[in-house]
């Protein structure tokens, strides 16, 4: 969880109050000559856009757009909705596994700890820690884990591969009827691709005992039935003055079989990692440079033992058909075993002056869920329509503990609890063909989350809760007009709190009495965007969007207890853009402001106001390729009474490619990724809150984890 001063305010505080937007003019995007002769993908099976899905709706607006994007006029049902195809996520390097998902416009990935744990997201004015409130899938299967030992909705993307992603499908707001917890800032379906174009094996050396290696292929071993197999292994030691000394091994193996029309894909996964992490210091430490005696930098560490291992293994499945009459069935499952010990030490000796302040979250779980949907055409009062319906269910069993440690031996238990929890959704949506250039959605979503604790620490804690919610649904989708389209977009959305708070009547910290917090949260969120393609060559969009939360009402795994906020309000807007002045240049720009409050006026500790990315891709220069991404963060509020602030970062990422197909085979390449290309000193987090490192008062101080000095990464691939 964010660090932040103990039983004191929620380490992530997510919610923003409303304030003035400009509106801005749009432009648009018309597909280049190379995007137009692109080869289509394989054909995806996972949710589509009610626009994709039904022709007969849109047949006579949609326009089609090949190569980076599936994002055209036509193609989403809302301005923040679009697909990246792995066109792209090819073109850019990606400093962490996790960082794919700042191909989403708005998002920004960092780290404040050791890179086997979970990131940090930011989103839409959100603080949104280790993943709540953006719901993430993996080839169908959840990544978001509630009631986690570190964090609601706590999201590790660390086992992805990213040469595997074939496409990745993100919508922004509770205005769909798919989605259901955590996604209330967002959303994203991440899809593996099925075969390779050829066998391939991939080495990447780097800066700091970085060390990664990638095998990859698919063969049909019977006709219509093809296996991919993939396994990496990865090392890195990091810039840290502590080695982060991170090992990590990952494996993929999938069957799929069939087509387009009809057929099903399997897929096995496993990942198990283990590493020495720095935690964020004191920034007085680093200004004064020295400690105890000696110097002290921005890449030393205050608790050498800080640190975690990890393990993800799962089994999932899908299987679809479409018919020749627009319905189309989905049905998948999957099974998961998921377990983390983790060691952190946020605040050194302030609670425990003789043996620090290092505490273990500890998690193990099994998680079985699955999904039925169906979708058809048909009319509805003689109009055009398409509906569809679904059920969702997940199940989760997990262990979960908050001990005392030093040096990763356990002194004291916090809290040990038996968690089960069960969240059923069902759902149902229709489109409706109003007139030639006016589309309708309507849909409506209930969830009840049941949870049951039992405290084996504490019984007072143990219980059971039940929460249900109706979430309604409505988008209306004008044009388009001179090659331009217009979007309302409105919903109510939720996420679950951890369940542990639902039952907790006793602080296990203080013995304090606690009061409950419901198991879910409502959320309501309004949008008006557009996007347009009115100048060659240019597509872009613009959303102003509104979200508002009832409370957040989160539990502090660093502490064992819960903590409530007030109801708040944030409005935003959002400016992407896509410029393909030639068939060789891709240019990218996508600007996000937000302002927001709690209502009662305060700021929203750690949610930066405004953040950007502007890349540049050079495409089939004879056997060369390129791409310049520059990265922005601004400042934001560290404390509530805005009298701390976050220094805003830049930063550049290259990358430089070069085919080696003639000399040594298909789809063999040699690469350059330079990240932090200028070599800034910049944070990835900060924070402001109160910590005593051994032999020096306690105070309240920014504490700061830095990004990575510039770091230079060399890759082979060679095909066979």
Same mark, same amino acid.
């Given at each position: 969880?964010?660090?932040? &001063?103990?039983?004191?305010?929620?380490?992530?505080?997510?919610?923003?109050?409303?304030?003035?937007?400009?509106?801005?003019? /749009?432009?648009?995007?018309?597909?280049?000559?190379?995007?137009?002769?692109?080869?289509?993908?394989?054909?995806?099976?996972?949710?589509?856009?009610?626009?994709?899905?039904?022709?007969?709706?849109?047949?006579?607006?949609?326009?089609?757009?090949?190569?980076?994007?599936?994002?055209?006029?036509?193609?989403?049902?809302?301005?923040?909705?679009?697909?990246?195809?792995?066109?792209?996520?090819?073109?850019?390097?990606?400093?962490?596994?996790?960082?794919? /998902?700042?191909?989403?416009?708005?998002?920004?990935?960092?780290?404040?700890?050791?890179?086997?744990?979970?990131?940090?997201?930011?989103?839409?004015?959100?603080?949104?820690?280790?993943?709540?409130?953006?719901?993430?899938?993996?080839?169908?299967?959840?990544?978001?884990?509630?009631?986690?030992?570190?964090?609601?909705?706590?999201?590790?993307?660390?086992?992805?591969?990213?040469?595997?992603?074939?496409?990745?499908?993100?919508?922004?707001?509770?205005?769909?009827?798919?989605?259901?917890?955590?996604?209330?800032?967002?959303?994203?379906?991440?899809?593996?691709?099925?075969?390779?174009?050829?066998?391939?094996?991939?080495?990447?050396?780097?800066?700091?005992?970085?060390?990664?290696?990638?095998?990859?292929?698919?063969?049909?071993?019977?006709?219509?039935?093809?296996?991919?197999?993939?396994?990496?292994?990865?090392?890195?030691?990091?810039?840290?003055?502590?080695?982060?000394?991170?090992?990590?091994?990952?494996?993929?193996?999938?069957?799929?079989?069939?087509?387009?029309?009809?057929?099903?894909?399997?897929?096995? !996964?496993?990942?198990?990692?283990?590493?020495?992490?720095?935690?964020?210091?004191?920034?007085?430490?680093?200004?004064?440079?020295?400690?105890?005696?000696? &110097?002290?930098?921005?890449?030393?560490?205050?608790?050498?033992?800080?640190?975690?291992?990890?393990?993800?293994?799962?089994?999932?499945? +899908?299987?679809?058909?479409?018919?020749?009459?627009?319905?189309?069935?989905?049905?998948?499952?999957?099974?998961?075993?998921?377990?983390?010990?983790?060691?952190?030490?946020?605040?050194?000796?302030?609670?425990?002056?003789? +043996?620090?302040?290092?505490?273990?979250?500890?998690?193990?779980?099994?998680?079985?869920?699955? @999904?039925?949907?169906?979708?058809?055409?048909?009319?509805?009062?003689?109009?055009?329509?398409?509906?569809?319906?679904?059920?969702?269910?997940?199940?989760?069993?997990?262990?979960?503990?908050?001990?005392?440690?030093?040096?990763?031996?356990?002194?004291?238990?916090?809290?040990?609890?038996?968690?089960?929890?069960?969240?059923?959704?069902?759902?149902?949506?229709?489109?409706? +063909?109003?007139?030639?250039?006016?589309?309708?959605?309507?849909?409506?979503?209930?969830?009840?989350?049941?949870?049951?604790?039992?405290?084996?620490?504490?019984?007072?804690?143990?219980?059971?809760?039940?929460?249900?919610?109706?979430?309604?649904?409505?988008?209306?989708?004008?044009?388009?007009?001179?090659?331009? +389209?217009?979007?309302?977009?409105?919903?109510?959305?939720?996420?679950?709190?951890?369940?542990?708070?639902?039952?907790?009547?006793?602080?296990?910290?203080?013995?304090?009495?606690?009061?409950?917090?419901?198991?879910?949260?409502?959320?309501?969120?309004?949008?008006?965007? @557009?996007?347009?393609?009115?100048?060659?060559? /240019?597509?872009?969009?613009?959303?102003?969007?509104?979200?508002?939360?009832?409370?957040?009402?989160?539990?502090?795994?660093?502490?064992?207890?819960?903590?409530?906020?007030?109801?708040?309000?944030?409005?935003?807007?959002?400016?992407?853009?896509?410029?393909?002045?030639?068939?060789?240049?891709?240019?990218? @720009?996508?600007?996000?402001?937000?302002?927001?409050?709690?209502?009662?006026?305060?700021?929203?500790?750690?949610?930066?106001?405004?953040?950007?990315?502007?890349?540049?891709?050079?495409?089939?220069?004879?056997?060369?390729?390129?791409?310049?991404?520059?990265?922005?963060?601004?400042?934001?509020?560290?404390?509530?009474?805005?009298?701390?602030?976050?220094?805003?970062? /830049?930063?550049?990422?290259?990358?430089?490619?070069?085919?080696?197909? &003639?000399?040594?085979?298909?789809?063999?390449?040699?690469?350059?990724?330079?990240?932090?290309?200028?070599?800034?000193?910049?944070?990835?987090?900060?924070?402001?809150?109160?910590?005593?490192?051994?032999?020096? @008062?306690? !105070?309240?101080?920014?504490?700061?984890?830095?990004?990575? &000095?510039?770091?230079?990464?060399?890759?082979?691939?060679?095909?066979?």
């Amino acid at each position: 969880m964010t660090p932040c &001063p103990r039983r004191a305010r929620p380490c992530r505080l997510p919610l923003l109050r409303p304030a003035a937007l400009a509106v801005v003019a /749009l432009f648009g995007h018309a597909a280049s000559t190379h995007a137009q002769t692109a080869a289509p993908s394989p054909p995806q099976t996972e949710a589509v856009t009610v626009a994709q899905a039904a022709p007969n709706i849109t047949a006579t607006s949609r326009v089609e757009v090949l190569g980076h994007y599936d994002n055209a006029v036509g193609s989403s049902d809302a301005a923040s909705q679009g697909s990246i195809r792995a066109e792209l996520i090819k073109a850019r390097p990606a400093l962490r596994p996790g960082e794919v /998902l700042e191909f989403v416009p708005g998002m920004i990935v960092t780290q404040h700890s050791g890179d086997g744990k979970a990131n940090q997201y930011f989103l839409r004015g959100f603080n949104l820690d280790h993943g709540t409130d953006f719901a993430t899938n993996v080839g169908g299967m959840p990544v978001n884990m509630p009631s986690h030992a570190h964090g609601q909705g706590y999201t590790d993307l660390n086992f992805l591969i990213p040469e595997l992603v074939q496409r990745i499908d993100y919508r922004k707001g509770p205005y769909f009827a798919r989605s259901s917890d955590f996604s209330s800032a967002g959303a994203a379906d991440i899809s593996y691709r099925r075969s390779f174009d050829a066998p391939f094996a991939q080495i990447t050396l780097g800066q700091d005992g970085y060390r990664r290696g990638l095998l990859g292929g698919s063969t049909e071993t019977t006709p219509g039935l093809t296996l991919l197999g993939a396994i990496e292994l990865m090392q890195n030691n990091g810039p840290w003055a502590v080695p982060e000394g991170l090992r990590r091994v990952n494996g993929v193996l999938s069957a799929s079989a069939g087509t387009a029309a009809q057929g099903w894909t399997a897929s096995l !996964m496993g990942y198990d990692a283990h590493w020495t992490s720095t935690d964020q210091v004191p920034q007085r430490l680093i200004d004064a440079g020295s400690y105890n005696g000696r &110097p002290f930098g921005r890449f030393d560490s205050l608790d050498p033992s800080d640190g975690g291992n990890t393990s993800r293994y799962s089994l999932s499945g +899908e299987w679809h058909r479409n018919t020749d009459d627009g319905s189309r069935t989905l049905v998948s499952a999957y099974a998961m075993r998921y377990r983390l010990q983790l060691w952190s030490n946020f605040t050194y000796a302030l609670d425990r002056p003789v +043996e620090g302040d290092q505490f273990l979250q500890r998690d193990s779980r099994s998680v079985i869920g699955g @999904a039925v949907s169906h979708a058809l055409n048909h009319t509805l009062a003689g109009l055009p329509a398409r509906s569809e319906f679904g059920v969702q269910l997940r199940h989760d069993s997990i262990r979960v503990g908050l001990f005392d440690t030093e040096s990763r031996k356990i002194s004291a238990t916090t809290r040990d609890d038996d968690v089960t929890e069960t969240l059923l959704g069902v759902y149902g949506q229709s489109a409706v +063909e109003l007139t030639p250039w006016l589309r309708s959605i309507v849909g409506l979503r209930a969830d009840q989350l049941r949870t049951k604790v039992d405290a084996l620490s504490l019984a007072a804690n143990s219980g059971a809760a039940r929460g249900t919610q109706v979430s309604p649904k409505l988008s209306l989708i004008a044009g388009p007009f001179q090659k331009t +389209e217009f979007f309302v977009n409105a919903g109510r959305g939720l996420h679950s709190n951890d369940a542990r708070g639902t039952t907790i009547t006793t602080d296990p910290k203080t013995g304090a009495a606690v009061d409950k917090v419901p198991p879910l949260v409502a959320s309501r969120g309004f949008e008006l965007g @557009a996007r347009t393609e009115i100048i060659p060559s /240019l597509q872009s969009s613009i959303a102003l969007w509104k979200l508002d939360f009832d409370s957040e009402l989160v539990y502090i795994g660093d502490a064992g207890a819960t903590a409530a906020s007030a109801a708040s309000r944030r409005k935003g807007v959002e400016f992407n853009n896509r410029w393909t002045p030639l068939p060789w240049l891709l240019v990218d @720009a996508d600007l996000a402001w937000t302002h927001g409050r709690f209502v009662n006026g305060d700021r929203i500790p750690n949610a930066v106001d405004r953040v950007a990315s502007v890349g540049v891709s050079l495409r089939d220069l004879g056997p060369w390729s390129a791409s310049l991404q520059w990265r922005y963060l601004g400042a934001g509020a560290l404390i509530e009474d805005n009298s701390m602030r976050s220094v805003p970062s /830049l930063t550049a990422n290259l990358r430089i490619s070069r085919s080696l197909q &003639p000399l040594l085979g298909r789809d063999s390449a040699l690469t350059l990724d330079a990240f932090n290309l200028f070599n800034r000193r910049v944070n990835d987090i900060q924070y402001f809150y109160g910590s005593q490192p051994r032999g020096l @008062a306690a !105070m309240d101080d920014r504490h700061v984890h830095p990004a990575e &000095p510039r770091t230079l990464r060399l890759s082979l691939r060679v095909g066979f």
